[in-house]
């Protein structure tokens, strides 16, 4: 047991472990983290038949010969759904996500690029993970964060857009790397998040950086400008590491101090940890399903619009749509299209 002076010192706060589904603190509501290790395609953008064979198709998460279908038929994936009152960050790693919302938009991303989707009064969209390659496995790997709205931004329009991986900053130090998806890192900006973002207040500090280290080597994370910033890493690759003199198992979250600069190191392996910062939003949080709001009033109220509007209808000839352009791009509402450089 830690003595109150040990306690101060340490600037791991909390350690949870790491299931499907990492726990979060606000403003963050959600955040997994997808490593499935698909075959080779069927010529149709799914796995072999026979592989099938014993799966819960349309509700499949058992991990199964190392990947799951979700809630994909065919494809694997997230077949239309509906979300409102919050965001959706998918930052993709490996393979490919073809993306379908009911704005009309669409896009295929991967390879280090990222979607930042604001849900506001109401979209649906689905995710599908096509498995383009046919002679050779489709290994796909994303992490989906939730990022809450305030109780005054619940309800503004939805908003797509794209991050796309030449244009997302990575900040290279001896023996590692820091990749900067949100929230500055020293010189390093990335893109401008949607408007309406919690993340768009420069004083909500919001962060998502993912950071690798070479065995042995070590980073210092700096401070927040406010103490109250919350800030989580997560240690999802290699066999140990430690945040000041506190050593972290593997597969562990760790809520640590962010208003003092902390030492990250790895052990003897590699090792990769991403890092969710924010100010808390401190409001209330009703959520039931894929609406999430602050009174239970309002999911009641998500529902029935849903129902009534379908959140501006489904403008796709399937529910889990997977686009014939072979080449990452996103097309948005507006009809422009754009392609990663």
Not at 12 to 26: K, N, S
Request: net charge negative; hydrophobic share 40%; with cysteine.
């Amino acid at each position: 047991m830690m003595n109150s002076l040990e306690r101060m010192n340490d600037p791991v706060l909390q350690e949870v472990p790491l299931g499907f589904q990492w726990p979060t603190v606000d403003p963050f509501l959600f955040c997994v983290h997808h490593l499935d290790l698909y075959p080779a395609g069927n010529g149709r953008f799914g796995p072999p038949a026979e592989s099938l064979a014993g799966r819960e198709i349309g509700s499949d998460f058992e991990p199964r010969d190392g990947w799951r279908m979700y809630h994909g038929d065919e494809v694997p994936g997230f077949p239309q759904h509906p979300h409102r009152g919050f965001e959706t960050v998918t930052l993709v790693r490996r393979g490919l996500i073809d993306h379908s919302d009911s704005l009309g938009a669409a896009a295929r991303f991967g390879g280090g690029d990222t979607q930042w989707l604001t849900a506001g009064a109401g979209i649906v969209h689905s995710e599908m993970f096509p498995l383009v390659d046919t002679t050779a496995p489709n290994p796909t790997e994303l992490f989906q964060i939730w990022l809450n709205l305030p109780a005054a931004d619940k309800m503004v329009d939805p908003y797509f857009t794209m991050l796309w991986a030449p244009d997302i900053p990575v900040v290279t130090f001896e023996g590692g790397s820091v990749t900067v998806v949100a929230g500055a890192l020293g010189e390093a900006k990335p893109a401008s998040p949607p408007p309406n973002s919690w993340a768009a207040r420069d004083d909500a500090e919001v962060a998502i950086w993912v950071l690798r280290l070479d065995p042995g080597a070590s980073w210092t994370m700096p401070a927040t400008r406010h103490p109250d910033v919350a800030r989580t890493v997560y240690f999802f690759e290699g066999d140990t590491m430690s945040i000041g003199d506190h050593e972290l198992a593997p597969s562990t979250g760790a809520v640590v101090r962010s208003g003092i600069d902390v030492q990250v190191r790895a052990g003897a392996s590699p090792v990769e940890c991403i890092v969710l910062q924010g100010r808390p939003i401190g409001e209330p949080v009703a959520q039931y399903g894929p609406f999430v709001m602050n009174t239970r009033a309002e999911i009641e109220q998500a529902f029935d619009d849903y129902r009534r509007t379908g959140f501006g209808g489904w403008p796709w000839d399937d529910d889990g749509p997977v686009h014939s352009e072979p080449g990452r791009f996103a097309r948005h509402p507006s009809g422009l299209i754009e392609h990663p450089e």
